[in-house]
């Protein structure tokens, strides 16, 4: 536990020194996933996205889905809901607000490679905005691989490199954006575990380096 909580500070400075203070965010994750019987699952995160500031909020989520197993411990379809509060910069330094209610639906799936744990996301978003209504499309693949055990038991650590890639149904508009993270995390139990790492964010014009900070809870039957 040592060794990880000297990995976060050593992590978070060297992404602190590295990223420009105009690109610079902080994200603050819990995931919950509570199992509901042997097929259904409940699935939600709260995310608080900060800009270079952690009192500056960019952003605040909430996400909630029901999940099905179509396979015991592979397959797994979801439908959900998110709640986005956005904060933005104005030109007169000050901050506008805007929300956004999002209906999800997500398809799971995941398989291993000798101790190289992958896991594939496709998730279809319907995004309704305060002036607009999209749908988006997103892929991620995660590798994990734990390191002084051969799988992701207690006292565990583990390196998790993820990309993920946003495409919206718009004419001429079809690339959103891409992250591509890397993290490491320890397994405290079965129950929880944690992580922090660094994502890179790229949109059509811009990027932005994330300090990531997570801490999953599995409320097991």
Known sequence: MK??????????????????????RTWGIVNINQKIDKDWSFQSDIQYRAYED?????QFIVRAGIGYNLTEN???????????????PTLDDDYSHSHEHRLYQQFNTKHTIDRVNLAHRL????????????????????????????????NTFFLKAYDELFLQAVNNKTFDRNRLG????????PKFSLETGYMLQSQ?????????ISLTINNLL
């Open 3 to 24: 060794i990880f909580l000297t990995a976060i500070l050593i992590l978070g400075n060297a992404v602190i020194a590295t990223a420009q203070e105009s690109d610079f």
């Open 54 to 58: 952690l009192d500056q909020m960019q």
């Open 74 to 88: 592979n397959n797994t379809i979801l439908a959900g809901y998110a709640y986005i509060q956005n904060r933005t």
């Open 123 to 154: 998730r279809v978003e319907e995004r309704f905005l305060q002036h607009d209504t999209q749908v988006r499309f997103r892929y991620q693949l995660t590798a994990i691989v734990p390191l002084n055990n051969t799988k992701l038991i207690d």
């Open 182 to 189: 890397l993290s490491l995390g320890y397994v405290i139990s």
């Open 204 to 212: 059509k014009k811009s990027h932005t380096n994330q300090l990531m």
